[in-house]
């Protein structure tokens, strides 16, 4: 498989390139398998708004996600998240970013109350209104006392959606968000990402296999087919 191609990444003029304002800094990124070359030698930085990695399937749009939530290692490169390096300070760079991988059991035990809770206490810029709202925009009332594991897709990805909105945190990565939703779901959470795109205090990047219809994209990372 080719590594990913210079012209692959496309900017626009609301990147910001002031270095003291940039949120995210990715600094000479490899990350390849026997079959997949995920990236090769990729830096960028991103300040706020909202980032789409795009790519087919088996093109390793998690396994990026993984590696900037510094879950995994990447081959080479550095990651700096709020002028902290992931390789010095990992605990205090992890901290800045929300993360909520489908695939994990971790929290299945735990109801979606208390798994909400918990997402409050993490998160010092945790916002009560945006959850409300994230709440009764996503139908989630009627599941709040269930536990995790008895849900279904579709209303396990709302639940890490609310729970993304209303972090605050500086770095909120979503992948394949709009999976198992509804047509309902989808809107309102096209909605709340189409605001977010404005928000100049948090970096939204999105892993998915096309781009969303009608969004605005500053930064576009595209992985291949």
């Given amino acids: 498989m080719n590594a990913l191609p210079v012209g692959a990444m496309r900017s626009r003029s609301e990147f910001v390139r002031r270095p003291e304002l940039r949120m995210l800094n990715i600094s000479k ?3 390849a398998y026997p079959d997949c070359v995920v990236v090769r030698d ?3 930085q991103a300040a706020n708004g909202l980032v789409l990695v795009r790519g087919g399937g088996g093109r390793g749009k998690t396994s990026l996600m993984c590696v900037l939530a510094g ?4 081959d080479a490169g550095h990651l700096q998240l709020g002028g902290v390096w992931l390789h010095e300070q990992p605990e205090a760079y992890r901290q800045q970013v929300f993360w ?10 735990l109801t979606c109350r208390d798994y909400l809770a918990m997402v409050q206490r993490l998160y010092p810029a945790f916002d009560e209104v ?3 709202r994230a709440i009764e925009g996503l139908s989630l009332a009627p599941h709040l006392d269930k536990n995790i594991f008895m849900l279904s897709t579709g209303s396990k990805r709302k639940l890490y959606l609310a729970a993304a909105f209303a972090s605050g945190a500086a770095l909120t990565l979503l992948d394949t968000p709009f999976a198992a939703l509804d047509k309902v779901s989808i809107r309102f959470a096209l909605t709340l990402l189409a605001e977010a795109a404005q928000d100049n205090t948090r970096l939204w990047v999105l892993a998915d296999y096309a781009q969303p219809d009608g969004m605005m994209l500053p930064l576009l990372i ?3 087919d």
């Fill in 100 to 109: 909520a991988d489908m695939r994990t059991a971790a929290h299945d035990a």
């Fill in 71 to 74: 879950e995994l290692a990447a």
């Fill in 222 to 224: 595209d992985l291949g």
């Fill in 130 to 132: 945006s959850l409300t």
């Fill in 42 to 44: 990729f830096s960028v």
């Fill in 29 to 31: 990124l490899s990350l």
